[in-house]
């Protein structure tokens, strides 16, 4: 069975990190893209990044370019955001989802909330 | 980027009502588009891929079809458990980008 189990949310001042991590199991996990999608509270989705395989390829929404860094290690069967600068606006679910090849989500994990506030 | 909208944004029905869902990308996307289901509470749960190819496991009342700019979510005699909000999601470049989503509710 697919298991995604975010952690590492939490509540951050305006400006400051937070370490976003996914932990990856029943199925071969450096065989597949994956991703970042979020939620604002109350709101639609929104992807943040994608990542390929090797980590050779990554691409970002444009709200998060320079702030946000997506990264995998394969060996530990792990996904990571790194949020940096965070901002009001960032507030919200952040989702660990794998991609299909048919450029869409296939499974997803429960979620963790991420609270930019001072 | 491509936007996605969807209409209506909300829906009230009652069970073993048909019900369809309409989404329209801003320019042609061939077949790539997704549809998802989400729960109050809980992860979006991909129905729908390749605009009309049902996910494993989801039930066949739902069914998909569309190509171009023009989709539509159909869910043949809706159950209980369908209530929920449903987004589509272009899939034929980059940037992914979602519906704003359809509510369904109960009359």
């Known amino acids: 069975e697919v298991q995604l189990v975010e952690s590492g949310g939490g509540l951050v001042q305006p400006g400051g990190s937070l370490r976003l991590s996914c932990a990856a199991s029943?199925?071969?996990?450096?065989?597949?893209?994956m991703s970042w999608v979020r939620q604002a509270p109350g709101k639609g989705l929104e992807w943040v990044a994608n990542?390929?395989?090797?980590?050779?390829?990554?691409y970002y929404v444009d709200s998060v370019k320079g702030r946000f860094t997506i990264s995998r290690d394969n060996a530990k069967n792990s996904l990571y955001l790194q949020m940096n600068s965070l901002r009001a606006e960032d507030t919200a679910v952040y989702y660990c989802?794998?991609?299909?090849?048919?450029?869409?989500?296939?499974?997803w994990g429960q979620g963790t909330l991420v609270t930019v506030s001072s | 980027d491509i936007q996605m909208t969807q209409s209506p944004s909300s829906v009230s029905a009652s069970v073993g009502d048909r019900v369809t869902i309409t989404c329209r990308a801003s320019?042609?996307?061939?077949?790539?588009l997704a549809w998802y289901q989400q729960k109050p509470g809980k992860a979006p749960k991909l129905l729908i891929y390749?605009?009309?190819s049902l996910q494993s496991g989801v039930p066949s009342r739902f069914s998909g079809s569309g190509s171009g700019t023009d989709f539509t979510l159909t869910i043949s005699s809706l159950q209980p458990e369908d209530f929920a909000t449903y987004y589509c999601?272009?899939?034929?470049?980059?940037?992914?980008?979602f519906g704003p989503g359809t509510k369904v509710d109960i009359k």
């Open positions: 989802a794998r991609w299909k090849g048919r450029g869409c989500f296939d499974y």
């Open positions: 029943g199925f071969t996990f450096s065989s597949y893209w």
């Open positions: 990542i390929k395989q090797d980590g050779s390829e990554k």
């Open positions: 320019q042609g996307i061939s077949s790539w």
């Open positions: 390749a605009a009309s």
């Open positions: 999601q272009q899939a034929n470049s980059f940037p992914p980008i």
